[in-house]
């Protein structure tokens, strides 16, 4: 059986991919800022 804890807790790759999507919303809102790009709606997908 799995551990309650360790289904609490993000594991490694999750991590890793929320730092992944804040470091791209990061670079969205400064190109965006720049007029270089149209912002996407992520909560669509």
Not at 19 to 40: F, H, T, Y
Request: glycine content about 4%.
């Amino acid at each position: 059986m799995l551990n309650i804890d360790e289904i609490k807790k993000p594991s490694k790759g999750q991590k890793l991919i929320n730092k992944i999507r804040e470091s791209d919303l990061i670079k969205m809102k400064s190109m965006v800022r720049e007029g270089e790009a149209i912002p996407i709606d992520r909560n669509k997908s």
